[in-house]
């Protein structure tokens, strides 16, 4: 059973490294506001994925099973640690995903507006002032 349980938590922490990895090696496609919030999605969306999977139950219950089982045994806890620090990683870039998306919807429908052609002056003026507001809270 140990080997099992190991072998999880070592999958675990592999994935979560490979999928930071290969989220801070993406840049926005595309130079401007839609692009941005599009980056941001995609990465909230995957980071999101993994993280809810992690914070399941049964990821608490084999860390914890391990973890009873290396006190017992005097082992070496490295594999755990390893999790745990490759988990707040994850953790914290989930949350700056979640809090930039949470941001950007707001204005999302500013800059839609902004990119469609035939806006005219007074729509401008509009969504002018509605940014200004925005940046103001």
């Known amino acids: 059973q140990l080997v ?7 999958d675990w922490t592999q994935k979560i490294k490979d999928t930071l990895e290969a989220e801070n090696k993406k840049k926005p496609e595309a130079n401007y506001a839609l692009g941005e919030i599009e980056f941001w999605r995609n990465k909230s969306a995957t980071l ?3 993280h809810q999977q992690l914070s399941l139950p049964i990821v608490n219950t084999v860390i914890d099973r391990l973890r009873l089982y290396q006190e017992e045994n005097a082992g070496n806890l490295q594999y755990i640690q390893d999790f745990e ?3 707040r990683l994850l953790t914290n870039l989930y949350n700056e995903a979640k809090d930039n998306m949470k941001f950007l919807t707001t204005l999302e429908r500013q800059f839609k507006n902004l990119a469609l052609e035939g806006t005219d002056i007074e729509d401008l003026n509009i969504i002018e ?5 925005w940046t103001l809270l």
Request: net charge negative; aromatic share 22%.
């Open 4 to 10: 099992f349980l190991t072998f999880h938590i070592d």
């Open 85 to 87: 620090e490759n988990f």
């Open 129 to 133: 002032v509605t940014l200004f507001n």
């Open 48 to 50: 999101s994925t993994l």
